[in-house]
């Protein structure tokens, strides 16, 4: 399977893997969800033991807020629900 990387200790790793990729076993299998919300952060390093960078850090408080959000619209339809007015 391509995209798998294996760590220092053997344990294989997804951060390789592609939406594409990720998706595809649920599409094969007519699994895939009628609404798919995906929320994501670019990084530019992926190196082992690699901390966070200040850019995924500086997002993760609105990133949080907006899957706090989808989740609540997922169970109660709010659109918005819990969104943190952006800066």
């Known amino acids: 399977m391509t995209g798998i ?9 997804t951060h390789g893997f ?11 299998l007519d699994l895939l969800p009628p609404r798919l919300v995906v929320h994501a ?9 690699t901390p966070l960078s ?4 500086s997002a993760l408080p609105v990133l949080t807020d907006r899957v706090t959000a ?3 619209q997922a169970y109660d339809g709010t659109p918005g629900a819990g969104r943190r007015q952006e800066r």
Not at 41 to 49: Q, R
Not at 54 to 57: D, L
């Open 41 to 49: 952060v670019e990084v530019t390093d992926v190196e082992f033991g």
């Open 54 to 57: 200040e850019a995924v850090r």
């Open 70 to 72: 989808s989740v609540r």
């Open 5 to 13: 990387r294996f760590s220092r200790d053997g344990a294989a790793s």
């Open 18 to 28: 592609g939406l594409g990729n990720c998706l595809a076993p649920a599409e094969a």
